[in-house]
């Protein structure tokens, strides 16, 4: 909400920017054009979500079929504490009390949970739905790969050499949340283009990889968790940093057992 929004998102003078983006929003819209709005939500602002649901609703964005809403708890790549930080299963038990029904509210508001939410509870979620494999959800992960078979063993894009970023230093990266640090550059744009096979081969590692992954039982829902995450936290992108992805996986399960009872009778 504009309260909220105004004192994180602010222009270089000070100002809020709630009011222009909205503006920006209502035209978009109305020509035409998709739109994908993100919240990236923390303990601080976590109180405030229905207050902005209500806002999209009042605003009538959620009935555009081209308008999309993120909801994603704040990532934290590295080590340090951040006090607000609101682990993933604490945003998806918060969402269920808020809101209810987690399928009623992502259909309402054309939402979406952040990706790696959304990679660990869609393919269930849409298993309980249709309880038919072949009409899994392509847009089930952030890869977007269009696989729609259970297993899952790579993450992220950057673990499947299909993303590239250009820092404005002239490198390349893998990964979007890398830029900036040369060390994770896999090649050079300027002042010569150079891809190097070798840095950018690092990337390419799933689960079958790591010993942590083959051995975990929901490995194939997770695919091995955010790459630049595990290579920040524990210097190597096959050292896996899961993120709560057993309680997330645990979360779901628990406010859906009555379905899973009914597919059983089924």
Same mark, same amino acid.
């Given at each position: 909400?504009?309260?909220?929004?105004?004192?994180?998102?602010?222009?270089?003078?000070?100002?809020?920017? %709630?009011?222009?983006?909205?503006?920006? +929003? #209502?035209?978009?819209?109305? $020509?035409?054009?998709? *739109?994908?709005?993100?919240?990236?939500?923390?303990?601080?602002?976590?109180?405030?979500?229905?207050?902005?649901?209500?806002?999209?609703?009042?605003?009538?964005?959620?009935?555009?079929?081209?308008?999309?809403?993120?909801?994603?708890?704040?990532?934290?790549?590295?080590?340090?504490?951040?006090?607000?930080?609101?682990?993933?299963?604490?945003?998806?038990?918060?969402?269920?009390?808020? %809101?209810?029904?987690?399928?009623?509210? +992502? #259909?309402?508001?054309?939402? $979406?949970?952040?990706? *790696?939410?959304?990679?660990?509870?869609?393919?269930?979620?849409?298993?309980?739905?249709?309880?038919?494999?072949?009409?899994?959800?392509?847009?089930?992960?952030?890869?977007?790969?269009?696989?729609?078979?259970?297993?899952?063993?790579?993450?992220?894009?950057?673990?499947?050499?299909?993303?590239?970023?250009?820092?404005?230093?002239?490198?390349?990266?893998?990964?979007?949340?890398?830029?900036?640090?040369?060390?994770?550059?896999?090649?050079?744009?300027?002042?010569?283009?150079?891809?190097?096979?070798?840095?950018?081969?690092?990337?390419?590692?799933?689960?079958?990889?790591?010993?942590?992954?083959?051995?975990?039982?929901?490995?194939?829902?997770?695919?091995?968790?955010?790459?630049?995450?595990?290579?920040?936290?524990?210097?190597?992108?096959?050292?896996?940093?899961?993120?709560?992805?057993?309680?997330?996986?645990?979360?779901?399960?628990?406010?859906?057992?009555?379905?899973?009872?009914?597919?059983?009778?089924?």
């Amino acid at each position: 909400p504009k309260a909220v929004h105004d004192k994180r998102r602010i222009m270089a003078g000070g100002q809020g920017t %709630f009011d222009r983006i909205v503006q920006n +929003i #209502d035209m978009a819209l109305e $020509r035409g054009f998709a *739109v994908a709005t993100r919240t990236n939500v923390n303990k601080e602002n976590l109180g405030h979500l229905v207050e902005l649901a209500n806002f999209i609703e009042q605003k009538g964005w959620n009935k555009f079929p081209h308008f999309g809403w993120q909801v994603t708890p704040v990532t934290n790549h590295f080590s340090e504490p951040m006090p607000d930080h609101l682990p993933e299963h604490e945003l998806l038990i918060a969402l269920y009390e808020m %809101f209810g029904d987690l399928d009623s509210f +992502i #259909d309402k508001y054309n939402a $979406r949970l952040g990706s *790696v939410i959304n990679m660990r509870t869609s393919r269930i979620r849409n298993t309980i739905r249709s309880f038919d494999w072949s009409r899994m959800d392509d847009m089930d992960a952030c890869t977007s790969s269009g696989v729609t078979s259970v297993p899952h063993f790579k993450e992220c894009s950057a673990r499947e050499q299909r993303f590239y970023s250009f820092g404005t230093e002239g490198l390349i990266y893998a990964c979007p949340d890398s830029v900036g640090r040369a060390e994770t550059a896999v090649g050079s744009f300027f002042p010569k283009y150079e891809l190097n096979s070798e840095a950018h081969q690092q990337w390419d590692r799933g689960i079958t990889d790591s010993k942590e992954c083959t051995e975990c039982s929901i490995s194939l829902f997770c695919g091995g968790g955010c790459a630049y995450a595990n290579l920040m936290r524990n210097g190597d992108i096959t050292k896996p940093y899961c993120n709560y992805a057993n309680e997330t996986i645990d979360v779901y399960i628990k406010h859906n057992k009555h379905l899973f009872e009914e597919l059983g009778t089924v």
